[in-house]
């Protein structure tokens, strides 16, 4: 199923790429849309996590592994996605926020060769600065195109375990991402959109004991669906 919406993903957006200039000439140019955005994502995400000088716990409490040591894991994830975007030109910019919730079923030690469960979930709350490059910037189509490129600060809530991303009062956590986006107008300024996308979160923080530290590494990627809405476009 996941290959299915990707694929009807790049589908969506090879059609977006393949519009001509002069298809519409009752919607405005694609550079100069306004957008406000709402949408839901759901993907996977790799971690390469290092904790050093410092100990991994379980619910209770109890150090399940001490020292320098690493782990891997896979977690899937879903998220609400909501912002703004401002033509500049043939570009647009703007701010966005975004709410992921991560599920860390299991995780594999470096130094084992069984998987241990975890069972941890908590939110990544998101906020993030962004450029979108309109790909046909003057055609006027019920169908487009562009790039977009996001970069910003995440934190973390709920949860359960201590030390599992450290001392929160000493972290520098940021992250970039980078996706195609397709829309279609549906009806009047509205606009249903595919966004696939990839990015990379780094966490690195100073753990419970002062002379350790936490360091996470999160690789995912994902599908987004959702509404866009001109309010600048006259009906």
Request: proline fraction near 4%; glycine fraction near 8%.
């Amino acid at each position: 199923m996941k290959k299915l919406h990707l694929f009807a993903c790049f589908c969506l957006f090879a059609i977006a790429a393949s519009a001509q200039p002069g298809a519409r000439t009752d919607v405005k140019k694609n550079m100069d849309k306004q957008l406000v955005y709402f949408g839901h994502s759901w993907g996977s995400a790799r971690w390469f996590s290092e904790l050093d000088k410092t100990s991994l716990f379980d619910r209770q409490g109890v150090a399940i592994e001490t020292g320098s040591f690493g782990f891997r894991a896979t977690s899937p994830f879903t998220s609400w996605d909501s912002g703004i975007l401002f033509p500049f030109g043939k570009v647009r910019a703007g701010l966005g926020l975004s709410f992921e919730k991560f599920i860390l079923s299991s995780i594999q030690l470096d130094n084992s060769s069984a998987p241990l469960i975890f069972d941890e979930s908590f939110r990544f709350d998101v906020l993030y600065a962004q450029f979108e490059v309109p790909l046909f910037p003057e055609a006027r189509s019920a169908v487009s195109a562009s790039v977009n490129l996001r970069g910003g600060y995440f934190n973390f809530s709920g949860v359960q375990r201590i030390n599992l991303f450290g001392n929160d009062n000493a972290s520098s956590n940021w992250f970039l991402s980078l996706a195609p986006v397709a829309d279609y107008a549906i009806w009047g300024n509205f606009f249903v959109y595919v966004q696939p996308h990839a990015g990379i979160k780094f966490f690195n923080s100073q753990a419970v004991d002062p002379e350790g530290s936490v360091k996470h590494t999160i690789v995912s990627y994902g599908l987004n669906v959702g509404l866009r809405f001109d309010p600048s476009q006259e009906r």
